[in-house]
């Protein structure tokens, strides 16, 4: 392992101002992007989408460190016959790719899942470096719910699995993004997610400990402490910027070179006024900004709509979103700005 190397593309995926955009959507989750715009989706649709977030100079070269693809997007080439791969390291931004295999039903575990794909992965790490990718993905799912959920064997299962897939990643070259996702779909309350948030977490680092993953090669990306969507509660930014932040020193190790969100769910202007919230609190050992799928992507596919008369406008939708997280990246956001575009 190369950890001068690993070290420096984790570096450069948490540059200041600058963050990832996660344009890794499986084609079930991208189709139902795209039904919600009323677009069909079809490997030229989906090709042409993209296309256009890659060429996006404004947003690419200055905000956008990183980009995750999944495993036909790494594939594919412009309309122009140019790989996709190159124009996203031509914009100066990283290529990375979502190596795991979507969720299955935990065995014993009502309403539960692990996340799979670990069988081959060696192999395919080398291929997708072979295709330009620097970084690699892998999602965790952790559910709250009554009775029991999560339990501690799928929180167990699932920080094995992204440990051992970590491991691997550094061991081929590729910076593992380490995602144990706990969702904000339930009914529970902020200190519920606090909790769970901790303990996922604190084996998390347990498992990467036991399974030698060096922590300066690697990106985490954690949910925000958040009330579930289901609970009818709202909590102030500040009281979720205090609680992030709060979950991750107690949790996260110095030595990670970043934190990087995902949105799970939030608006795109929540998930922008959180990330600036906690930037805002500063004296953080680490890096912190955004990975951005939904909260990044939602106002470009509005815009696009699937005409190539509406490229223009979605690239200009998608340079604001990429500007409005880099300056929350570095804790510089204010509410005006998002009015001023409007
Ligand atoms: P969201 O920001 O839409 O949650 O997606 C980020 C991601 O990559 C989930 O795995």
């Not at 100079?57 to 995750?68: F, L, P, Q, Y």
């Not at 144990?180 to 779909?185: K, Y």
């Not at 005409?307 to 510089?332: C, D, I, P, T």
């Amino acid at each position: 392992m190369n950890l001068a190397e690993l070290n420096k593309v984790a570096e450069a995926m948490v540059a200041p101002g600058r963050g990832i955009l996660a344009a890794d959507e499986s084609t079930s989750t991208i189709k139902k992007r795209f039904d919600a715009i009323g677009v069909e989706s079809t490997p030229f649709t989906r090709r042409d989408y993209r296309e256009l977030l890659f060429r996006s100079t404004e947003a690419m070269t200055k905000h956008i460190s990183g980009v995750i693809l999944y495993d036909e997007t790494i594939r594919q080439n412009a309309k122009d016959g140019t790989p996709l791969v190159k124009l996203i390291s031509e914009a100066g931004s990283l290529p990375g790719i979502k190596v795991d295999k979507g969720t299955k039903p935990l065995p014993f575990c009502p309403g539960e899942v692990v996340t799979e794909g670990l069988d081959g992965l060696r192999e395919r790490l080398k291929e997708y470096r072979g295709l330009g990718a620097r970084f690699a993905k892998w999602r965790a799912v952790i559910d709250i719910a009554p009775g029991g959920v999560p339990s501690y064997a799928c929180i167990r299962a699932n920080a094995h699995a992204l440990g051992r897939y970590a491991a691997l990643c550094q061991d081929e070259g590729i910076v593992p993004i380490v995602e144990p996702e706990v969702l904000m779909d339930g009914d529970h309350d902020i200190e519920r997610c606090y909790q769970v948030t901790e303990m996922m977490l604190k084996i998390q680092f347990e498992e990467l400990y036991f399974q030698r993953v060096a922590l300066e090669g690697m990106v985490l990306k954690p949910n925000m402490v958040v009330p579930g969507k289901k609970s009818g509660k709202r909590a102030s930014v500040e009281e979720i910027a205090d609680k992030t932040v709060r979950v991750l020193k107690a949790c996260v190790p110095a030595a990670v070179p970043g934190i990087a969100f995902l949105s799970g769910g939030q608006s795109d202007e929540e998930a922008t006024a959180h990330l600036d919230a906690i930037n805002k609190i500063g004296d953080l050992p680490w890096h912190v900004t955004f990975s951005y799928g939904r909260a990044l992507q939602a106002p470009v596919q509005k815009a696009w709509s699937g005409k190539a008369e509406n490229v223009a406008l979605a690239q200009r939708a998608f340079a604001h979103r990429a500007a409005m997280n880099s300056l929350a990246s570095r804790g510089a956001w204010q509410a005006e700005l998002e009015r001023k575009a409007a």
